[in-house]
Protein backbone atom coordinates (compact mmCIF):
# COMPACT_ATOMS: atom_id res chain seq x y z
CA UNK A 1 0.00 0.00 0.00
CA UNK A 2 1.60 3.36 -1.07
CA UNK A 3 1.97 6.48 1.08
CA UNK A 4 -1.01 9.19 1.16
CA UNK A 5 0.81 12.90 0.67
CA UNK A 6 -1.40 15.86 1.15
CA UNK A 7 -1.23 17.86 -1.94
CA UNK A 8 1.69 20.30 -1.55
CA UNK A 9 4.30 17.52 -0.36
CA UNK A 10 7.16 18.52 -2.85
CA UNK A 11 8.92 14.90 -0.84
CA UNK A 12 8.02 11.41 -0.49
CA UNK A 13 9.05 9.89 3.23
CA UNK A 14 12.24 8.41 1.84
CA UNK A 15 13.17 11.39 0.25
CA UNK A 16 12.81 12.63 3.97
CA UNK A 17 14.66 9.66 5.46
CA UNK A 18 17.71 10.63 3.52
CA UNK A 19 17.29 14.44 4.24
CA UNK A 20 17.60 13.25 7.88
CA UNK A 21 20.48 10.59 7.89
CA UNK A 22 22.84 13.09 5.66
CA UNK A 23 25.80 14.76 6.90
CA UNK A 24 25.46 16.97 3.60
CA UNK A 25 24.86 20.64 3.52
CA UNK A 26 21.44 22.14 2.82
CA UNK A 27 22.60 23.66 -0.22
CA UNK A 28 23.57 20.08 -1.73
CA UNK A 29 20.84 18.13 -0.49
CA UNK A 30 18.09 21.00 -1.70
CA UNK A 31 19.69 20.23 -5.46
CA UNK A 32 19.88 17.01 -5.35
CA UNK A 33 16.13 16.27 -4.66
CA UNK A 34 14.93 19.54 -6.71
CA UNK A 35 13.26 21.19 -3.51
CA UNK A 36 13.96 24.31 -1.45
CA UNK A 37 16.78 24.61 1.21
CA UNK A 38 13.79 25.75 4.02
CA UNK A 39 12.43 22.51 2.88
CA UNK A 40 15.85 20.54 3.57
CA UNK A 41 16.20 22.33 6.58
CA UNK A 42 12.87 21.54 8.17
CA UNK A 43 13.14 18.09 7.69
CA UNK A 44 16.36 17.87 9.41
CA UNK A 45 14.63 19.28 12.57
CA UNK A 46 12.10 16.73 12.62
CA UNK A 47 12.34 13.78 14.32
CA UNK A 48 9.65 11.94 12.01
CA UNK A 49 9.43 11.39 8.53
CA UNK A 50 5.69 11.66 9.00
CA UNK A 51 3.53 15.33 7.69
CA UNK A 52 2.09 16.80 10.26
CA UNK A 53 -1.68 16.98 11.06
CA UNK A 54 -2.92 20.06 8.95
CA UNK A 55 -6.54 21.55 10.11
CA UNK A 56 -7.21 23.31 13.53
CA UNK A 57 -5.30 22.54 16.62
CA UNK A 58 -7.74 23.88 19.53
CA UNK A 59 -11.39 23.56 17.86
CA UNK A 60 -14.32 22.44 19.85
CA UNK A 61 -17.33 21.68 18.92
CA UNK A 62 -19.85 23.40 21.80
CA UNK A 63 -23.76 22.47 21.61
CA UNK A 64 -26.04 24.31 22.91
CA UNK A 65 -29.55 23.43 23.79
CA UNK A 66 -32.98 26.02 22.79
CA UNK A 67 -36.27 25.43 24.79
CA UNK A 68 -37.68 27.68 22.32
CA UNK A 69 -37.17 28.49 18.66
CA UNK A 70 -36.92 32.14 19.74
CA UNK A 71 -33.63 31.42 21.41
CA UNK A 72 -31.83 29.91 18.63
CA UNK A 73 -33.02 33.04 16.77
CA UNK A 74 -31.47 35.39 18.95
CA UNK A 75 -28.18 33.96 19.78
CA UNK A 76 -27.88 33.61 16.05
CA UNK A 77 -28.58 37.31 15.75
CA UNK A 78 -26.43 37.93 18.38
CA UNK A 79 -23.28 35.72 16.76
CA UNK A 80 -23.79 37.44 13.25
CA UNK A 81 -24.22 41.02 15.39
CA UNK A 82 -20.86 40.18 17.34
CA UNK A 83 -18.87 39.04 14.29
CA UNK A 84 -19.54 41.66 12.08
CA UNK A 85 -19.06 44.08 14.35
CA UNK A 86 -15.97 42.98 15.51
CA UNK A 87 -15.04 42.60 11.72
CA UNK A 88 -11.77 44.08 10.04
CA UNK A 89 -12.70 45.62 6.81
CA UNK A 90 -10.66 46.56 4.14
CA UNK A 91 -12.66 49.40 3.27
CA UNK A 92 -12.16 51.42 6.15
CA UNK A 93 -8.02 50.66 6.24
CA UNK A 94 -8.27 47.20 8.29
CA UNK A 95 -10.42 49.27 11.31
CA UNK A 96 -13.74 47.57 12.94
CA UNK A 97 -17.02 49.83 11.70
CA UNK A 98 -17.10 50.16 15.87
CA UNK A 99 -13.33 51.93 15.65
CA UNK A 100 -13.97 53.66 12.48
CA UNK A 101 -16.70 55.59 13.52
CA UNK A 102 -14.82 56.43 16.69
CA UNK A 103 -11.93 57.52 15.03
CA UNK A 104 -14.60 59.68 12.96
CA UNK A 105 -15.97 61.45 15.82
CA UNK A 106 -12.82 62.42 17.44
CA UNK A 107 -11.77 64.07 14.22
CA UNK A 108 -15.16 65.88 13.76
CA UNK A 109 -17.51 65.53 17.02
CA UNK A 110 -20.14 67.91 15.15
CA UNK A 111 -20.91 65.64 12.91
CA UNK A 112 -22.41 63.15 15.62
CA UNK A 113 -25.52 63.95 17.93
CA UNK A 114 -23.96 61.57 20.65
CA UNK A 115 -20.47 60.51 21.79
CA UNK A 116 -20.33 56.61 20.70
CA UNK A 117 -17.64 56.07 23.28
CA UNK A 118 -20.64 55.96 25.42
CA UNK A 119 -22.67 53.11 23.37
CA UNK A 120 -20.01 50.75 24.49
CA UNK A 121 -20.46 47.70 21.86
CA UNK A 122 -20.82 43.67 22.64
CA UNK A 123 -23.80 41.42 23.35
CA UNK A 124 -26.37 42.18 26.39
CA UNK A 125 -25.44 45.89 25.87
Not at 11 to 35: D, F, H, M, P, W
Not at 105 to 116: A, D, G, I, V
Request: proline content about 5%.
Amino acid sequence: MGQVLHGCATTTEAVRRAIQNSQESLRALAKRYGINQKTVAKWKQRGTVADLPTGPKEATVQRYHYDRHNQLEAHLADFINAYNYARRLKTLKGLTPYEYICKCWTSQPERFKLNPLQKMPGLNT
